[in-house]
């Protein structure tokens, strides 16, 4: 008599391998063949991983057509089962299937379209936060803001990719003209997505914002975020970076290291240089 996990590991199994049938002893057949009824499993589980993909990857499917993208679904669902019950978090690993996918080969862009999508589905799924007043951050000493940590909205994403995967996006919305075209060699893109209300917005920035909307969400404190942008701009505007993005909520909070004195004048720690940021109202 087999165990419970026995059986349930047995019965997974069958779910993504019909050619595995150690369940089928497990099974009455009482009138249809233990086989057939497993199928009957099978099929519907495969069926709901497949509209879930269809549902995340809307651009991807009318890109490549319907009967490759139920194809690269199918031979993707068996390697990538769901590990949760929310099929919301199903998929994500699609973009990177698609890249070492063979018959996908020829359009070296689908991976970061996929990407593309992904980012959105989870931006649109992502909590909400408070806005954070400007005022707030404007009471901080000059000479705490290098050291602070900065808190993105929780829907906020951030895609870079050397093909224009926004255009590509928004040419192959139900709503855009039929004889929009996408030049490949447009060049790359860096991508900020995030949901602003109950739609999803998909913004181009520079090379200078990306970086230091990277570090900050990789957890770096202002100035070290500061020295990523200045990588691409010397003269980046970082007071101006820190009005637009509180007063748009794509900054949403800040956190002090441990000690440090927020609104009060602290004497600058002498070993590091500290951005020079003088915050004013635009």
Known sequence: MPTLRELELAFVRSMFDATDIAAESFVCANGMAPAARLAIYRNNIVQNYREALRDVYPVVERLVGEAFFRFAADSYIPCHPSCQGNLHGFGGEFAAFLEQFPPAAGLPY???VSRLEWN????FHAADASAMAIDRLMTVAEAALPSLHFQLHPSCRLLASPFPVDRIWAANQPDAAESVTVDLAAGAVRLLIRRRGDAVAIELVGDPEFALLAALMQGLPLQGALHAAQAFDTS????????RRVTNSTLVGFVAPTGATIGSATPPDARAPSPTIALTET
């Open 110 to 112: 689908l991976g970061d």
């Open 120 to 123: 959105w589905h989870e931006s």
């Open 236 to 243: 980046f505007d970082l007071a101006a970076f820190l009005v």
